[in-house]
């Protein structure tokens, strides 16, 4: 799979934009701030109906406008397939493949598969246990409808429960069978995502050392670890035995909204004792052992992004990187520079097959 072409309308700071792309490799380079992590973010639209780095579609839409769109076509075991992405404020946003209307967005996830590496991916290694719960669902809920599916409904029980739960406490009152109807329907969900997840890191992990070492060169030994309270207690004896504490925190304290992924670097953590350029090399073998799993399941290849990475990784990184890349077959690439010379030095070096787009020139060369 691969995309074709892209089009931007008031989307970020493009008024217009319209790019073509070569199926291999495709380096997008220009000056800071002119719009090349927008092109990327169109593209993450496309696949997943809203951005990876913006928290809202009202902070894509272009200053003073009302309205964006973003459309593209994608290239699917030979057949074309157009996907536009329509938003405009007020109303409900809309997407369409082969002009026809997706319902929820949630039925168009996994139908065009993408893994994005950015520079400030890091924080999943150092910031709060949500991340990385995020990161497992990006994976799973790629090549899994029920699981996504399990994820949209354990979330809208836990919703409706820390609700109740709070509602308890505001009236002094509480109602001990409304509470065990939320609580049952969750357990389905919950065992569902628990087992998805124990076996999806399983699966990572065999990949993911692979591709740090060949990224790194070093010889740490790097593992993820997947914990969960289910590993220890049932969903329902969890559930059970912290009613009283529930009703005291007005929340739910137990479940596996609160599963965690742990990294260690020689059996500790790493966040102790990595170095950044370890920590670096550690989120991109992350990110490709997602894709790697994402390819094998779906059997097809993924869209990879690449946003920046010369910014934060020495050129040597950089080439492992992309040897790495196009050692394994990777499917379409882009990569965002600053500096057009290097990152065109770098990929003919490696006699790969790519083509660049000056956003300073607006300008394409093969």
């Avoid at 490799?25 to 696949?47: F, P, S």
């Avoid at 993820?224 to 504490?245: D, G, P, T, W």
């Avoid at 990475?309 to 050129?315: A, H, P, T």
């Amino acid at each position: 799979m691969y995309l074709s072409n892209l089009k931007l309308t008031n989307f970020r700071n493009y008024e217009t934009g319209s790019f073509r792309f070569h199926p291999a490799i495709n380096a997008i380079v220009g000056k800071n701030g002119m719009g090349k992590t927008n092109i990327l973010e169109g593209i993450y639209y496309l696949c997943f109906g809203k951005g990876y780095f913006a928290t809202g579609d009202r902070y894509v839409t272009k200053h003073g406008m009302q309205f964006f769109r973003v459309s593209g076509n994608f290239i699917d075991f030979e057949e074309p397939k157009d996907v536009v992405v329509k938003y405009k404020s007020g109303l409900k946003k809309e997407i369409e493949v082969l002009g026809k209307k997706i319902e929820r967005i949630s039925d168009h996830i996994g139908q065009f598969l993408c893994v994005i590496i950015s520079p400030d991916d890091v924080h999943l290694l150092l910031d709060g246990s949500e991340e990385r719960r995020n990161f497992l669902n990006n994976t799973i809920v790629q090549t899994d409808k029920q699981y996504l599916e399990s994820l949209l409904r354990y979330t809208h029980l836990l919703k409706q429960r820390n609700s109740l739960l709070k509602t308890f406490a505001e009236n002094k009152s509480f109602d001990p069978l409304l509470l065990e109807s939320i609580t049952a329907g969750m357990y389905a969900p919950a065992n569902y995502i628990f087992n998805k997840r124990n076996q999806q890191v399983e699966q990572i992990q065999a990949i993911f050392e692979e591709m740090y070492m060949e990224i790194s060169g070093d010889k740490e030994k790097c593992t993820l670890l997947y914990h969960s309270q289910l590993h220890f207690k049932s969903i329902e004896a969890l559930m059970l035995e912290n009613v009283s504490k529930d009703k005291i925190l007005s929340r739910t304290t137990q479940g596996i909204h609160k599963d965690d992924l742990i990294f260690k670097m020689n059996k500790e953590p790493l966040r102790n004792y990595a170095s950044q350029g370890q920590l670096k090399s550690f989120i991109m073998a992350l990110k490709l052992a997602q894709y790697k799993i994402i390819e094998q399941t779906a059997k097809k290849s993924p869209l990879i992004l690449l946003d920046d990475i010369f910014d934060r990784l020495d050129e040597d990184r950089v080439k492992s990187l992309l040897v790495l890349l196009l050692k394994k077959k990777f499917g379409q690439i882009f990569i965002t520079d600053t500096n057009e010379v290097r990152i065109k030095m770098v990929l003919d070096e490696l006699k790969a097959d790519f083509s660049t787009y000056n956003i300073d020139t607006l300008k394409m060369n093969n």
